[in-house]
C-alpha cells in the first residue's frame, strides 16, 4: 500500500494512507480531463500563430510585387536602351535621356596629367631641399601648398608628396647610371592639372624639372572639337558617357550606335510574370485541398486571401477587353501566368509605344492593375492581408487571456479536488480507529467471558 503526505497550494494531502489508493495519481489524472479545454485553446494558439507567420510571409511577397510592379508601370521604364561602340578602346553607356540613333567621332587625343622630372640623386637619402626641409607646390588654381619633408632628402619629399592632400603622387626611377630620378605626377588629368614644385624660398628644386604638360581629351564630332579634362565625355550626346582607354590612339573613328534594349524589357517582363506566379503558387499552398493528405491549407477557410488571388488574375484581362496575348501574356487552365518571350520581343520591336501602353499607368496597363492589387493586399495600415493578420492577432490575445483565466481556475480545481481526498482519507482513519476500538472491546468483553466460567 502506497502512501505519502504532501503539501501543496497550501493544502496538505494524504495519498492513500488509509484507503490505500494512489490519489495523487488520481487527482493528476482527472486534472488532465479537466485541463482539456485549456488544452484546445493552447493548440488553437499555436495554429493561429502559423497562420499569422504564413500571412506575413505572403504580405511581404506582395509587398515586393507590389514594388516590382510600379516600377514597370512608369512610362519612363519603358525608355531602355543599350549603346555600343565600334572600338574596343572606347567605351560607351547610355542613360535614361539617351535616343536611338548613331554617333561618329574621331578621338584627337587623349587626357594626360601634368608631369615634372627632375635631375637625379645619388641615393634616396641625398639632401633635395635648400635653406629649409620645406617645399611649395603652386596649383594652376592659385592655391599653394608648404610641405615639409622631415629631413629633406629625396626619399623624405617623396613620402611626404604621396601622403595625401597635395592631389600629386612622386616616384624615383633609378637610371643607368644608379642616380635616381625624381618623377612628380598631378592625380587629376587634363590641362588645368599644371603645377610648379619649388623650395619654399622660390628657387628650382633639383636644379629645375622638365615639363610634360597635361592636355584635356579631344573629340572631333561632325567638324567640332569637344574637350573633357578626363578621359571621360558626358552632355556631348543625349545621355550618352564615352569614356576614352589611355591607350586609344589619336586619330581612331568610331561609330557609336543607340538601339532600344529589347532584352532588357523582355527580361523585366518575364520578372514580373514570374513573380505573380510565386505569390499565385504561395496562395495555393496556403489554401488548396490536398487530395492525398486530405487535408486543406491552414487559410483554406481564409476568404480575404481567395478574394486577392481571384484579384490578381483579374488583372491579366484590361478593362477595355483587349488581350495581352499579343504581348506574349496569357492564362492556362492551372490559373497561372504564361509568358513567351518571342512574341513579347516581336510587339515591342513592332510597336514600343503600343506594348508600353499595354503595361503602363497611361492607360491603366498590366503592371499597373497588378501593382494596385498587391499594394490593396499589402498596405501596412489598410491592406486586405494586414487586416487578417490584425485580427487573428487580436484572437490569440483573447486565447491567451482564456489560457491565462483557465490557470487560476484549475488551480482552484486542483485544491478542491486535494481537499475532498484528503477529508476522504481523514474519515476513513477515523472510521478505522473506532473499527479498532470496536474489536478491542469485543476481544476483551470475550475473553472476561471466558475467565468467568
Given at each position: 500500500?502506497?502512501?505519502?503526505?504532501?503539501?501543496?497550494?497550501?493544502?496538505?494531502?494524504?495519498?492513500?494512507?488509509?484507503?490505500?489508493?494512489?490519489?495523487?495519481?488520481?487527482?493528476?489524472?482527472?486534472?488532465?480531463?479537466?485541463?482539456?479545454?485549456?488544452t484546445?485553446?493552447?493548440?488553437?494558439?499555436?495554429?493561429?500563430?502559423?497562420?499569422?507567420?504564413?500571412?506575413?510571409?505572403?504580405?511581404?511577397?506582395?509587398?515586393?510585387?507590389?514594388?516590382?510592379?510600379?516600377?514597370?508601370?512608369?512610362?519612363?521604364?519603358?525608355?531602355?536602351?543599350?549603346?555600343?561602340?565600334s572600338?574596343?578602346?572606347?567605351?560607351?553607356?547610355?542613360?535614361?535621356?539617351?535616343?536611338?540613333?548613331?554617333?561618329?567621332?574621331?578621338?584627337?587625343?587623349?587626357?594626360?596629367?601634368?608631369?615634372?622630372?627632375?635631375?637625379?640623386?645619388?641615393?634616396?637619402?641625398?639632401?633635395?631641399?635648400?635653406?629649409?626641409?620645406?617645399?611649395?607646390?603652386?596649383?594652376?588654381d592659385?592655391?599653394?601648398?608648404?610641405?615639409?619633408?622631415?629631413?629633406?632628402?629625396?626619399?623624405?619629399?617623396?613620402?611626404?608628396i604621396?601622403?595625401?592632400?597635395?592631389?600629386?603622387?612622386?616616384?624615383?626611377?633609378?637610371?643607368?647610371?644608379?642616380?635616381?630620378?625624381?618623377?612628380?605626377?598631378?592625380?587629376?588629368?587634363?590641362?588645368?592639372?599644371?603645377?610648379t614644385?619649388?623650395?619654399?624660398?622660390?628657387?628650382?628644386?633639383?636644379?629645375?624639372?622638365?615639363?610634360?604638360?597635361?592636355?584635356?581629351?579631344?573629340?572631333?564630332?561632325?567638324?567640332?572639337?569637344?574637350?573633357?579634362?578626363?578621359?571621360?565625355?558626358?552632355?556631348?550626346?543625349?545621355?550618352?558617357?564615352?569614356?576614352?582607354?589611355?591607350?586609344?590612339?589619336?586619330?581612331?573613328?568610331?561609330?557609336?550606335?543607340?538601339?532600344?534594349?529589347?532584352?532588357?524589357?523582355?527580361?523585366?517582363?518575364?520578372?514580373?510574370?514570374?513573380?505573380?506566379?510565386?505569390?499565385l503558387?504561395?496562395?495555393?499552398?496556403?489554401?488548396?485541398?490536398?487530395?492525398?493528405?486530405?487535408?486543406?491549407?491552414?487559410?483554406?477557410?481564409?476568404?480575404?486571401?481567395?478574394?486577392i488571388a481571384?484579384?490578381?488574375?483579374?488583372?491579366?484581362?484590361?478593362?477595355?477587353?483587349?488581350?495581352?496575348?499579343?504581348?506574349?501574356?496569357?492564362?492556362?487552365?492551372?490559373?497561372?501566368?504564361?509568358?513567351d518571350?518571342?512574341?513579347?520581343?516581336?510587339?515591342?520591336?513592332?510597336?514600343p509605344?503600343?506594348?508600353?501602353?499595354?503595361?503602363?499607368?497611361?492607360?491603366?496597363?498590366?503592371?499597373?492593375?497588378?501593382?494596385?492589387?498587391?499594394?490593396?493586399?499589402?498596405?501596412?495600415?489598410?491592406?486586405?492581408?494586414?487586416?487578417?493578420?490584425?485580427?487573428?492577432?487580436?484572437?490569440?490575445?483573447?486565447?491567451?487571456?482564456?489560457?491565462?483565466?483557465?490557470?487560476?481556475?484549475?488551480?482552484?480545481?486542483?485544491?478542491?479536488?486535494?481537499?475532498?481526498?484528503?477529508?476522504?482519507?481523514?474519515?476513513?482513519?477515523?472510521?478505522?480507529?473506532?473499527q479498532?476500538w470496536?474489536?478491542?472491546?469485543?476481544?476483551?468483553?470475550?475473553?472476561?467471558?471466558?475467565?468467568?466460567?
Amino acid at each position: 500500500m502506497a502512501s505519502s503526505i504532501s503539501t501543496s497550494t497550501g493544502t496538505t494531502s494524504v495519498s492513500g494512507l488509509v484507503s490505500g489508493l494512489d490519489t495523487s495519481s488520481i487527482i493528476s489524472q482527472l486534472m488532465q480531463v479537466e485541463a482539456q479545454t485549456q488544452t484546445n485553446l493552447k493548440s488553437k494558439v499555436t495554429t493561429e500563430q502559423s497562420n499569422v507567420k504564413s500571412l506575413q510571409d505572403l504580405n511581404s511577397a506582395f509587398a515586393a510585387l507590389a514594388t516590382q510592379a510600379a516600377t514597370l508601370a512608369k512610362p519612363t521604364s519603358w525608355n531602355p536602351v543599350s549603346a555600343t561602340s565600334s572600338s574596343t578602346l572606347v567605351g560607351v553607356t547610355a542613360g535614361p535621356a539617351a535616343t536611338t540613333g548613331q554617333l561618329s567621332f574621331t578621338v584627337g587625343n587623349v587626357a594626360t596629367a601634368h608631369q615634372l622630372r627632375f635631375t637625379g640623386t645619388a641615393a634616396l637619402s641625398s639632401a633635395v631641399t635648400t635653406g629649409s626641409t620645406q617645399v611649395t607646390i603652386d596649383h594652376l588654381d592659385g592655391t599653394t601648398q608648404d610641405i615639409d619633408t622631415g629631413d629633406g632628402t629625396m626619399q623624405g619629399l617623396i613620402n611626404a608628396i604621396n601622403a595625401g592632400g597635395t592631389g600629386l603622387k612622386a616616384s624615383t626611377v633609378k637610371l643607368d647610371d644608379g642616380t635616381y630620378r625624381l618623377q612628380v605626377t598631378s592625380v587629376a588629368t587634363g590641362a588645368a592639372s599644371d603645377f610648379t614644385l619649388t623650395n619654399t624660398d622660390g628657387s628650382d628644386l633639383l636644379g629645375g624639372a622638365s615639363v610634360t604638360a597635361g592636355v584635356d581629351a579631344a573629340l572631333t564630332i561632325n567638324g567640332d572639337t569637344v574637350h573633357s579634362a578626363s578621359n571621360t565625355f558626358t552632355g556631348v550626346a543625349n545621355g550618352l558617357s564615352i569614356t576614352l582607354d589611355p591607350s586609344v590612339a589619336a586619330g581612331t573613328a568610331v561609330t557609336v550606335k543607340v538601339a532600344q534594349d529589347t532584352t532588357s524589357m523582355t527580361s523585366q517582363v518575364k520578372s514580373l510574370v514570374d513573380a505573380i506566379n510565386a505569390a499565385l503558387t504561395k496562395m495555393d499552398g496556403l489554401t488548396d485541398y490536398d487530395a492525398t493528405t486530405k487535408t486543406s491549407g491552414p487559410l483554406a477557410s481564409d476568404g480575404s486571401v481567395r478574394s486577392i488571388a481571384n484579384s490578381l488574375l483579374d488583372a491579366v484581362y484590361p478593362t477595355d477587353g483587349t488581350s495581352l496575348a499579343g504581348v506574349g501574356i496569357q492564362l492556362d487552365r492551372y490559373g497561372k501566368l504564361t509568358f513567351d518571350p518571342d512574341a513579347f520581343t516581336a510587339a515591342y520591336n513592332a510597336d514600343p509605344a503600343g506594348t508600353a501602353a499595354k503595361f503602363t499607368t497611361t492607360a491603366g496597363g498590366f503592371a499597373d492593375r497588378v501593382q494596385k492589387v498587391a499594394k490593396s493586399a499589402s498596405d501596412p495600415i489598410s491592406g486586405t492581408i494586414t487586416n487578417s493578420i490584425n485580427g487573428r492577432n487580436s484572437t490569440i490575445k483573447q486565447l491567451q487571456d482564456s489560457i491565462t483565466d483557465w490557470d487560476t481556475r484549475l488551480a482552484l480545481r486542483q485544491d478542491t479536488l486535494t481537499k475532498q481526498f484528503t477529508a476522504m482519507e481523514t474519515a476513513l482513519q477515523q472510521l478505522q480507529s473506532q473499527q479498532n476500538w470496536l474489536t478491542s472491546q469485543l476481544s476483551s468483553l470475550s475473553a472476561n467471558n471466558s475467565s468467568g466460567s
